[in-house]
């Protein structure tokens, strides 16, 4: 394996970063630190106007809209009704697409395309700073780009049955190099939460193990591979969350673990990755009272500055989960959990809006430095982190220039067609066998139930389709009877 260590010699970067923080405005700097969503393909005139006049730092990439044409997010508006437009506000231009829409299918290459473009509307900016293009990708239904044949995964747990940490090191590798092939430039994984719940609702498979050990083990090698293969890697959701019992995107969960067990199982797995050289880390929207008895992790200096910066020494980006899930929003409107957010140590906060709040976001956080309330020295330290992030990818020469060429080189190469079907195949496991019925015989009708993906997490063509299981048992008989249930059941 490849080792994935901290660069030694940074001086002509720190200079570099230093010049360009003292040349960019109190706006540009704002901008920077909100990672906006770019739903589908489409360079609507909200997407124009996030890069330009509210000055991304970069762009979420997900192949579908949501209720846009509601303004909703999972089923809760983010716009805070409260909220007093401060001098000089504006809200950027709308986009009114219905539900999953638009996701059609584009090959690697023109995405490839498509992410040139935006950012060549980045770089062409007064600030001229490349955007980070940021994606989940973790395996199995949690891949967030899935067109074209671009090569997919098991998740963590898969990878972790299989039991060789080369092998993941090679499907990190792989990962890699398909998306920054693209320019995608980060990837909201590895997941070092160790799901000691069984009956947890948003973890699962998501993790590699109930086993700290194995899962530091795991995530360490998927970080270096992902790394080397040229993109920034993410552990999240720190300080873990896999002995939760409530899905944050629905309420805020506590979990009550004592500093010792916090060591011994939650941290174990991100002091694992920190050591190893990760880049970035997400906060969890969970309140740890052995840390902090009232605010969650994303909003608690004493989680992310006082442990995770000055405990663990972890310098890289401090990244958030989306901010307006329920976790947070049922307790602070989204500008001001921004705020919280910015002041509590987080660099950059994932908004995931197509409405109003992305504009009330960031005017709430320029008005709270021109007020003092945030700290300008704050405000520049997460912006260091975020335009040494970027120089150390070389973004601010490569940004906008990807050739399509080499993307459909990687992805439809053999090496890494073989690869996926030999892990897919290893990662298989039978759960339980009890009346023997395996192996399957030809004489045998046998009843097949596919769990439908959603459609729009589906690539839409000859290799990401519904029905693609109940497609593959065909090819082997036809003693079959055919049928599927949905996502959640």
Avoid at 74 to 101: C, H, L, M, V
Avoid at 191 to 201: A, E, I, L, Q, Y
Avoid at 363 to 373: C, D, L, N, P, Q
Avoid at 432 to 455: G, H, S
Wanted: contains cysteine; glycine residues 6%.
């Amino acid at each position: 394996m490849a080792k994935t260590g901290r660069k030694k010699d940074t001086k002509k970067r720190d200079a570099f970063v230093e010049r360009k923080l003292k040349s960019m405005s109190l706006e540009e700097k704002v901008g920077q630190c909100l990672t906006f969503t770019w739903r589908g393909n489409i360079v609507t005139p909200s997407t124009y106007e996030m890069i330009t006049k509210l000055h991304a730092g970069g762009l979420c990439l997900e192949p579908y809209t949501l209720e846009t044409c509601k303004n909703l997010y999972w089923g809760r508006s983010q716009i805070d009704p409260n909220f007093k437009p401060p001098k000089g506000y504006f809200k950027i231009a709308e986009t009114y697409f219905n539900p999953t829409t638009p996701g059609y299918s584009i090959t690697p290459e023109e995405y490839t395309e498509a992410l040139n473009k935006v950012q060549k509307i980045a770089m062409s900016r007064p600030s001229g700073i490349p955007l980070h293009l940021t994606i989940d990708f973790e395996g199995d239904f949690k891949n967030d780009y899935t067109s074209g044949g671009i090569r997919q995964f098991p998740p963590p747990m898969g990878l972790a049955a299989i039991g060789d940490v080369r092998l993941t090191y090679q499907v990190g590798l792989t990962i890699g190099k398909q998306l920054s092939a693209m320019g995608i430039t980060q990837i909201y994984s590895p997941v070092c939460d160790v799901n000691t719940n069984p009956r947890n609702p948003e973890i699962g498979v998501r993790s590699f193990s109930d086993d700290p050990k194995v899962c530091a083990k795991f995530a360490v090698a998927l970080t270096k591979g992902l790394q080397d293969g040229g993109l920034v890697a993410t552990a999240k959701h720190f300080p873990g969350r896999g002995d939760s019992g409530i899905d944050a995107h629905d309420e805020l969960d506590v979990i009550r673990a004592d500093k010792k067990r916090m060591h011994e199982v939650e941290l174990y797995p991100f002091k694992a990755v920190i050591d190893a050289g990760i880049k970035a880390i997400m906060t969890a929207h969970t309140v740890y009272p052995a840390y902090d008895e009232s605010m969650p992790a994303t909003l608690s200096p004493r989680i992310l500055i006082d442990l995770l910066r000055n405990e663990l020494g972890f310098d890289g980006v401090i990244v958030s989960d989306a901010i307006g899930m329920a976790a947070i929003l049922r307790r602070w409107p989204v500008p001001e959990a921004c705020v919280l957010a910015l002041k509590a140590g987080v660099d950059t906060i994932l908004l995931k809006a197509d409405d109003e709040s992305r504009s009330q976001a960031f005017f709430r956080i320029k008005e709270a430095v021109e007020t003092g309330e945030l700290p300008k020295e704050r405000l520049d330290d997460a912006v260091r982190h975020l335009l040494a992030m970027k120089y150390d990818q070389g973004l601010f020469e490569k940004a906008g220039k990807m050739d399509p060429n080499k993307t459909r080189a990687i992805v439809r190469s053999k090496k890494v067609i073989d690869l996926s079907l030999n892990v897919a195949r290893k990662a298989l496991m039978i759960l339980r066998d009890d009346k023997k019925i395996l192996p399957l015989k030809k004489d045998q009708k046998i009843l097949v139930i596919e769990q439908r993906i959603p459609y729009a997490f589906l690539g839409k063509d000859s290799y990401s389709h519904t029905h693609m299981f109940c497609e593959a048992m065909a090819n082997h008989s036809y003693n079959l009877i055919l049928t599927d249930t949905a996502f959640h059941a």
